[in-house]
């Protein structure tokens, strides 16, 4: 009885998992590439995903809120997220995890320099909180989302955002101005 014990505990903890489809919580998403780790080419239609900022510009430690959202009914079930420079192929700045759907990922010796599934349920929206680093040029996040196993998209960016090193924007990334007045 002890053997068949234990050969039902490894199926189903070690086989079951990859029978059920992608993805499971171990499975990654390079972060150089932003490739899954399946043979499967990604699709090169428009993307049923946006990526959404809170603001446009940033100062050195503001907090970016960042959604990830499908635009129609079909979610996803794993996506990887991360901020980078324009033409730049490195992760910048930290990621801060607020949704219990998501993880950190180290990527290039830096912990929550992206952001990840937690795991597998199918997501219609997340949101994560994104600071900014110091000395980083304009930036764009960028995705790969998995659908299922044949439907993923892989250079999904938001808007262009823009360092303000003028001292212009504050802590929370909105505007401050100072307004004077002669007679």
Known sequence: MGR???FIFLFC???????????QTN?????????????????????????AVSFDNFEPGNEVQVTLEALGDAGFKGFNLQAREIDGDVPVGTFKITDPNTKGVECHNMTNSAVSHANSDV????????????????LQFIATV?????????????????????GSV?????????VCFSV
């Open 4 to 6: 068949h014990s234990c």
């Open 13 to 23: 903890g070690i086989l079951v998992p990859g029978i059920l489809g992608f993805p």
């Open 27 to 51: 499975t990654s998403i390079d972060c150089d590439s932003l490739l899954p780790n399946y043979e499967a080419e990604p699709q090169t239609s428009a993307p049923p995903y946006i990526i």
């Open 123 to 138: 997501k219609q929206k997340v949101t994560t909180t994104w600071i900014a680093p110091q000395d980083v040029k304009d």
């Open 146 to 166: 998995v659908q299922n196993l044949e439907n993923f998209w892989v250079g999904i960016e938001s808007k262009t955002l823009t360092p303000t090193h003028s």
């Open 170 to 178: 504050n802590a929370t990334g909105k505007s401050k101005r100072k």
